[in-house]
């Protein structure tokens, strides 16, 4: 199998091949695989086998696109390289690498992650999905996802760009979808001689289909319309940071008032913040956490 990189020009629409209901396992996993290897995108962390920069590239892509990702991914890396730098960092200085990305609560989780990695395992992160899912931000389904990207184990999961193409090629159009109903065919259709291919190949293809056919996600029993984010408690989360990181320790009622919000729902926002462990408040100021 090729790795990621091409030496020709790839097409900027890709033809998705008609569906057929639905295909043998074999019939599938060429499809998958020769689509790969005609379409497979170039990303910065699929050049590397490295757990630290796997576990940053998940833990970034979840919820986010992989066009933002890009842009912060290597801004990341170069400001903390490894879990021993990621570990010792302040606070504000993650929040601040982070800023752009979104769902502040994410790099806070990869901080307690380094810091686990760093104080229960001697700076190498398991390689036990079971282990993983334990640890802050990650979940069954992206402890699964590290595993197969930085060891190349043959574990089974579903995430959004994944479970779209199994339901389009394999289930009927009138009726919704459960993962339940997915997983044995992801595990059935797993290419075990490699699997970080073959969910790259995946997630490719997925992506793929969300651009030129209607959706199919909207048929899994997990299909949740995201929210807008103008007027929602995550942007004023938002705001709060980044009016901290330029003007750390703070007046409580000035930031308050600063933010420009209803004051019950700003200072509800402020008391999830500080249980949550991105800020501390000492008297009437309030500062990122230092540690």
């Given at each position: 199998m090729k790795n990621s990189r091409h030496t020709v020009p790839k097409p900027a629409e890709p033809d998705i091949l008609p569906r057929q209901h639905p295909p043998s396992i074999e019939e599938?996993?060429?499809?998958?695989?020769?689509?790969?290897?005609?379409?497979?995108?170039?990303?910065?962390?699929?050049?590397?086998?490295?757990?630290?920069?796997?576990?940053?590239?998940?833990?970034?892509?979840?919820q986010t696109q992989v066009e933002r990702v890009t842009v912060k991914y290597p801004a990341f890396l170069s400001g903390f390289p490894d879990f021993p730098s990621l570990a010792q960092a302040p606070l504000a200085d993650v929040l601040a690498v982070w800023q752009g990305m979104g769902y502040n609560r994410r790099a806070?989780?990869?901080?307690?992650?380094?810091?686990?990695?760093?104080?229960?395992?001697?700076?190498?992160?398991?390689?036990?999905?079971?282990?993983?899912a334990t640890f802050p931000g990650i979940g069954k389904a992206t402890a699964a996802s590290i595993c197969a990207f930085a060891f190349n184990m043959p574990v089974v999961f579903i995430e959004t760009n994944i479970r779209r193409?199994?339901?389009?090629?394999?289930?009927?159009?009138?009726?919704?979808?459960?993962?339940?109903?997915?997983?044995?065919?992801?595990?059935?259709?797993?290419?075990?001689?490699?699997?970080?291919?073959?969910?790259?190949?995946?997630?490719?293809?997925?992506?793929?289909?969300?651009?030129?056919?209607?959706?199919?996600?909207?048929?899994?029993?997990?299909?949740?319309?995201?929210?807008a984010f103008e007027g929602s408690d995550r942007e004023i989360r938002g705001k709060i940071l980044q009016m901290l990181l330029k003007n750390p320790d703070q007046v409580y009622e000035d930031l308050i008032r600063n933010t420009g919000g209803d004051r019950?729902?700003?200072?509800?926002?402020?008391?999830?913040?500080?249980?949550?462990?991105?800020?501390?408040?000492?008297?009437?100021?309030?500062?990122?956490?230092?540690?």
């Open positions: 599938f996993q060429k499809m998958v695989l020769d689509f790969y290897r005609e379409y497979g995108r170039d990303l910065a962390w699929r050049e590397t086998t490295d757990p630290f920069r796997i576990l940053v590239s998940e833990i970034m892509l979840q806070i989780s990869l901080q307690k992650i380094a810091r686990r990695v760093v104080e229960e395992f001697d700076g190498i992160l398991p390689q036990d999905p079971d282990i993983l193409v199994f339901i389009h090629f394999f289930f009927e159009e009138d009726k919704p979808v459960h993962d339940a109903d997915i997983l044995p065919l992801v595990q059935k259709a797993l290419y075990r001689k490699n699997p970080r291919i073959w969910y790259w190949a995946l997630m490719d293809l997925g992506s793929a289909l969300r651009k030129t056919v209607p959706n199919p996600n909207r048929r899994s029993a997990q299909y949740v319309r995201q929210s019950d729902r700003v200072l509800r926002i402020l008391c999830t913040l500080e249980k949550e462990g991105f800020l501390a408040h000492t008297g009437n100021r309030i500062a990122i956490q230092s540690r």
